[in-house]
Structures are given as C-alpha cells and as structure tokens.
T-cell receptor, first 113, second 115 residues
Framework: DTGVSQDPRHKITKRGQNVTFRCDPI?????LYWYRQTLGQGPEFLTY????????KSRLLSDRFSAERPKGSFSTLEIQRTEQGDSAMYLC???????????FGPGTRLTVT | AQKVTQAQTEISVVEKEDVTLDCVYE???????LFWYKQPPSGELVFLIR??????QNEISGRYSWNFQKSTSSFNFTITASQVVDSAVYFC????????????FGSGTRLLVRP
C-alpha cells in the first residue's frame, strides 16, 4: 500500500525561473489537494481537484501558479517567474469520497534564491 | 469567518508525563469536521483523528484521547504517559462541510518530550 508521493523532494531555483512539482495520490483516491506550508505555520490550502476537475482555488493561488490533473491521476503544480516569497514546503494530499480524511505526501521544499 | 487557534506554541515535558494540546475553533457552519495531524521531524503530516460536529463523544485510542466540547468550541488532545517518539508538531484543523473541501489549520504546537 503506497502513500502519496511527491517529486522532487527538494528544489532550489533562482528567482524568475519556472518550477514544476508532481504529486501521485493514493491510487484509489479521486480527490487531490495542494497546500503550502511556511516555517512555523500550519499548511494553507491552495487548490482542490475531484478527478480531473479543479473545483476550488484559494486566493493565495496567484496568476503565476497553475495546477493540473489531466487524467484524474497525478497532478502537477507549476510556479512561473518564482519569487523569494514562494519559498515554502508544497504539500499534496489525497482522499477518497468516503471516508474523506486527507492523507499527505512528504512535500516538496522549494528554495528560491 | 473560520479560524483555528492553537495558543500553545511549544510544550516541553519529561517522558511519562501527561500532556494536553489545546485547540479552539471558529466557524459559522453547523456541520463541520475537526482533525488532528502529527508532523514529526521527517516532515510528513500524519492523520490522527477526525470528529464530526454531531458527535461530541470523547475518543480514546491507546495513549491518545480527544475531548470535543461544542459549548467552548474546543477540541483538545491529550497524550498519556508521553514518550520521546511523541516529539513532533501537532496541528488541529477544521473543515466546513457546507462550503468547502479545504482544511483550515492552526499554527501548530511543538511538543518536545525529554527522556
């Protein structure tokens, strides 16, 4: 039984570069979530997919952020023109419809220099 | 507005002591879920428990117990006979059923259990 996986685990990039993260949910889960966590804070919701449909987006998700889940399986989160304020841990979670507890992956730590 | 407050930033106890982590929430919804997650030093959030707003029964799971009180909007977590492996950051979270699928997290309580 594999959990949620994320790739890469760490990413260092220069300001202005684009980055893309991947999340593979638990196989039978049709719901997928992205969160961002900065040091000393709890995770903050970014966006939610049910199958391939993006049903909810936070105001935190600026125009530079885009997320996709093309076939309702894995998801990607892209950040364009990264800024230092984007440095954070990006967490992915998945859940089934019932029960709908969210199970989290190990996260991708982004450092923008 | 929805909000979760964990007023205790950091707690330090000696092994075998009991410790209670506080969580206070705010919501206008009548139907909601409350959660606790553990984040050990490795970083991965581990699901511990979910409680729905209609069920105020306290729950016990091994050394862990949870006290849900709607009258005070609190959902406190107690670890009995703490162990060094309990050292982690613990997050309380709220999900409002009527409006969203997102979890709203508190800022977490860092628990350090010393041998």
């Amino acid at each position: 039984d594999t959990g949620v996986s994320q790739d890469p685990r760490h990413k260092i990039t220069k300001r202005g570069q684009n980055v893309t993260f991947r999340c593979d949910p638990i196989s039978e889960h049709n719901r997928l979530y992205w969160y961002r966590q900065t040091l000393g804070q709890g995770p903050e919701f970014l966006t939610y997919f049910q199958n391939e449909a993006q049903l909810e987006k936070s105001r935190l998700l600026s125009d530079r952020f885009s997320a996709e889940r093309p076939k309702g399986s894995f998801s990607t989160l892209e950040i364009q023109r990264t800024e230092q304020g984007d440095s954070a841990m990006y967490l992915c979670a998945s859940s089934s419809r019932h029960p709908d507890e969210q199970y989290f992956g190990p996260g991708t730590r982004l450092t923008v220099t | 507005a929805q909000k979760v407050t964990q007023a205790q930033t950091e707690i330090s106890v000696v092994e075998k002591e009991d410790v209670t982590l506080d969580c206070v929430y705010e919501t206008r919804d009548t139907t909601y879920y409350l959660f606790w997650y553990k984040q050990p030093p490795s970083g991965e959030l581990v699901f511990l428990i979910r409680r729905n707003s209609f069920d105020e029964q306290n729950e016990i799971s091994g050394r862990y117990s949870w006290n849900f009180q709607k009258s005070t909007s609190s959902f406190n977590f107690t670890i009995t006979a703490s162990q060094v492996v309990d050292s982690a950051v613990y997050f309380c979270a709220l999900r409002e059923m009527d409006s969203s699928y997102k979890l709203i997290f508190g800022s977490g309580t860092r628990l350090l259990v010393r041998p």
